[in-house]
Nanobody, 115 residues
């Protein structure tokens, strides 16, 4: 059993910053890659960023240059630094851990950006 818990969401004004964290616990053998996704109201969940086990990073075009994904392998954690936030970044953000036995998801954390 693997559990993922996100934290760090909240309300911020446009142009501001937030840092999301996600911690994995339980029967963790090897996390091959981490991902962040988000779901805006009325929309489907979409991919935001990925970091592989060799620290390669990939970003959706809408966040590239503003968001930074990082990981702490020793603590089984992933982070998402979000700068220059825009109202369209408002969504529930989910972390994902890709492991050999499958993908695991957190419960999500709300990010609201006011204009």
């Amino acid at each position: 059993q693997v559990q993922l818990v996100e934290s760090g969401g909240g309300l911020v004004q446009a142009g501001g910053s937030l840092r999301l964290s996600c911690a994995a616990s339980g029967s963790i053998f090897s996390i091959n890659a981490w991902g962040w996704y988000r779901r805006a109201p009325g929309n489907q969940r979409v991919w935001v960023a990925t970091i592989t086990n060799d620290a390669r990073t990939f970003y959706a075009g809408s966040v590239k240059g503003r968001f930074t994904i990082s990981r702490d392998n020793a603590k089984n954690m992933v982070f998402l630094q979000m700068n220059s936030l825009k109202p369209e970044d408002t969504a529930v953000y989910y972390c994902q851990a890709q492991m050999g036995l499958g993908d695991y998801w957190g419960q999500g954390t709300q990010v609201t950006v006011s204009s």
